[in-house]
C-alpha cells in the first residue's frame, strides 16, 4: 500500500518537479492531490504518462485524510497552511524558508543529517536552501574526516531559483537584446541577460544579503555551529543549474587524494575533474542530474590546509524537488511516517 500525497504549490516550477520526481522514484502512492492558489484551480498536470491531476484549492483543502504533503508555495503562504496540515495529523515537508530556523523543525538533507528527524515535534521538517544543499552535500564527507574550520564560497545561481518568473525575464530579455528592444527589469534588480547581478533576496544590515545569510546559518545548522562561513552570492544568465567556487579552511592535514577518496564514498557526490579543456562540470551539464557534481579540486596554498573546489547541481532537482522527496523516502524507511486509516 502506499501514501496518499498533497504537492502544494503544484503550478510552480518546484511543484512541478517534485510531482516529476515522484514519478521517476515510484515513490509509493495510494492517491495524489495539487495544491495551488485559487486563481490557479481547474489547471491540469501530468502526473506520469496516464494520468492528470486537475489542481484543487489550497484555502479550502482538508488535509485530515492525508499522509504527507509536499510544499513549495511562498513563505507567507506556508505559514498559514504548513501548520494548519500538521495539525490535521499530516506530515509536512517544507521547500520555503519559513521554518528552517526553527528550533523545534528539523532542517534535513538526507545524506547529511537524517538523525534530525527523530526531532520532529511539530509534524513540519524543513527543506534548506538550494545553494546550502549542494554545498554541504560536497562538505559533509570532508568534515567527517579532517574537520572544517572555515568556508568561503562565491555562488553562481540561475535564474530558477527566482522560480518561472525569473526565467521568462531572462529569456524575454535575452530576445530583446537582439532586436535592440528595451526590456525593464521586473523579477530582478537589474537586467540578467548578459550580466551578472550579486544580490539575492534582502540586504540586510550588515551588508549581506538575505541568501548569504542563509548559507550561514543553514550550514550551521545542518553540519555544525562551529563552522565559520562566508558567502557571496550572485544570480548570472543560466536558466537551471547553481554552480559554486568553494574554499575550505580544515583542522587537520588534507590532500586532494584524500579529498578524493572521501567524495567517493559518499552518497550524491560524483567528482569530475580531468585538469584539461572541458574535463568539468558545467550547469548545461548537470540539468535532470540528482547528483551533485564537483570539479577543479585543488590545494589552497594561502591558509595551512586548504581546498579548492567547482560544485555544480541542477537546483530544481537536489536544490529543491529531490531532496524533499528524499527525505520522504527517509521518513518511510526510519518508520517514521505512517497510514492513515482508510
Known sequence: ????????????????????????????????????????????????????????????????????????????????????????????????????????????IPEVNPQALHKMRRGIIANPNCSTIQMVVALKPLHDRFKIKRVVVATYQSVSGAGKEGMDELFTQTKASFVNDPAAPQVFTKPIAFNCIPHIDKFMEDGSTKEEWKMVVETKKILDPDIALHATCVRVPVFIGHSEAVNVEFHNPIT???????????????????????????????????????????????????????????????????????????????????????
Request: glycine share 6%.
Open 256 to 342: 586532494v587524494a584524500e579529498a578524493r577518496a572521501a567524495w567517493r564514498d559518499a552518497p550524491g557526490v560524483i567528482v569530475m575533474d580531468t585538469r584539461e579543456d572541458g574535463g568539468y562540470i558545467t550547469p548545461i551539464d548537470c540539468a535532470g542530474e540528482d547528483n551533485i557534481f564537483i570539479s577543479r579540486v585543488r590545494k589552497d596554498p594561502t591558509v595551512e590546509h586548504g581546498l579548492a573546489f567547482w560544485c555544480v547541481s541542477d537546483n530544481l532537482r537536489k536544490g529543491a524537488a529531490l531532496n524533499a522527496v528524499q527525505i520522504a523516502e527517509t521518513l518511510i524507511a526510519m518508520n517514521l511516517l505512517t497510514r492513515k486509516a482508510a
Open 1 to 108: 500500500m502506499g501514501y496518499r500525497v498533497a504537492v502544494v504549490g503544484a503550478t510552480g516550477a518546484v511543484g512541478r518537479e517534485i510531482i516529476k520526481t515522484l514519478v521517476e522514484r515510484d515513490f509509493p502512492i495510494t492517491d495524489i492531490v495539487a495544491l495551488a492558489s485559487a486563481r490557479s484551480v481547474g489547471q491540469e498536470i501530468s502526473f506520469g504518462e496516464k494520468r492528470v491531476l486537475k489542481v484543487q484549492n489550497l484555502d479550502t483543502f482538508d488535509f485530515s485524510k492525508t499522509d504527507i504533503a509536499l510544499f513549495s508555495p511562498s513563505a507567507a503562504i506556508s505559514a498559514v497552511h504548513a501548520p494548519r496540515a500538521a495539525a490535521a495529523g499530516c506530515i509536512v515537508i517544507d521547500n520555503t524558508s519559513q521554518f528552517r530556523m526553527e528550533p523545534d523543525v528539523p532542517l534535513v
